[in-house]
């Protein structure tokens, strides 16, 4: 297991043991802190060459429009070119920011696009989110 260096509101761990990169929020952040925030979870992804995240959100408080805008229509869709690779993002959120973001057409638009370069789930359990996770793996390790 490798921790990084962060941020007061974000740990970042690189699990080798699962090949998952563990990112926590621990608190409610702003629009730049989600971007800067964002930007030093790919730059670990990048060191480790992990494609598999594990986003822990329970935390902190869904993001403000514009960030979401940001985050779903630039900052996702380009992962996979900056990986070299698809990108699977498992987001452990509370029941309710869960139910915000299922409520948010931007989410199931960015779920459902067949044109995609990355794959995100939602869920507030996080057996569930690890074990999709680890079929992500399977999946991909399968000729």
Request: glycine share 4%; with cysteine.
């Amino acid at each position: 297991m490798l921790t990084f260096p962060a941020p007061d509101y974000l740990s970042l761990t690189y699990r080798n043991d699962l090949n998952f990169l563990v990112v926590r929020w621990l608190r409610p952040v702003t629009g730049d802190e989600t971007r800067a925030g964002y930007a030093l979870i790919l730059a670990t992804a990048k060191q480790c060459d992990c494609p598999y995240w594990l986003l822990d959100g329970r935390r902190r408080q869904p993001a403000d429009a514009e960030t979401t805008r940001w985050g779903l229509t630039e900052f996702f869709p380009s992962l996979s070119a900056t990986m070299g690779r698809r990108v699977f993002l498992s987001q452990l959120l509370s029941p309710m920011y869960q139910q915000l973001t299922e409520a948010m057409p931007a989410f199931s638009i960015a779920e459902t696009d067949s044109a995609r370069t990355y794959y995100m789930r939602r869920f507030n359990d996080e057996n569930h989110a690890v074990q999709w996770l680890q079929q992500q793996q399977r999946a991909s390790a399968t000729p």
